[in-house]
């Protein structure tokens, strides 16, 4: 009977995931590439579908592939198409909630903030989008990559001397960032440097 109820509870334990055991996480691992392997053949579908203008069935078939495998690095992608056939439809909000998911699942990948400022852009609220972004640089300073996207705001209104400021303060709290290369490009931030 006592051995009973530690069967009982380790498997409970397992059920919600406090114990992994080898043949779970190779289960796991199995799904995942197939969850990735379908999550991606439904957002090729999604990216036709982009293609012909038919948003609201690119957006069915994103939130699918989100399903497969969210919160995951490649899911970043999905994130992106969604909120193309988000703005697509009209909703602008949903839109920038998905490209914000796209920067916290990759938030190296300086394809998805060019994307949010091209957004702003589009919607003519870059002005909003900068005061926000300053007001959240206010409380959080040592935020890298909110610099690198404030500096590209500033860029997108041809406002260099705030860019390359901004720019600086982002280099200065990651001097190995991942955009490096695309801010010398664009800038003279690194001339001398």
Not at 101 to 114: G, K, S
Not at 142 to 166: D, K, R
Request: with cysteine.
């Amino acid at each position: 009977m006592y051995k009973k109820h530690w069967v009982l509870i380790g498997l409970f334990l397992l059920g919600i995931g406090f114990i992994q055991m080898p043949c779970v996480e190779a289960y796991t691992q199995l799904n995942a590439h197939y969850y990735v392997s379908n999550a991606s053949v439904i957002a090729n579908q999604a990216e036709l579908a982009l293609s012909a203008g038919q948003y609201e069935k690119a957006r069915v078939l994103l939130t699918d592939a989100i399903r497969y495998c969210p919160n995951q690095p490649a899911t970043a992608t999905f994130y992106s198409r969604l909120a193309r056939a988000y703005f697509g439809l009209g909703h602008k909000e949903l839109a920038f909630a998905s490209l914000m998911q796209a920067i916290r699942l990759q938030p190296t990948f300086a394809v998805y903030y060019q994307e949010l400022v091209q957004a702003w852009l589009q919607t003519g609220t870059i002005p909003q989008a900068k005061q926000d972004v300053i007001s959240y640089l206010r409380m959080n300073p040592e935020e890298g990559h909110v610099w690198f996207l404030l500096g590209l705001l500033y860029q997108a209104t041809s406002e260099e001397t705030a860019m390359i400021t901004a720019w600086e303060q982002h280099l200065r709290l990651n001097p190995r960032s991942p955009f490096r290369t695309e801010i010398c490009q664009h800038s003279s931030v690194c001339v001398g440097k």
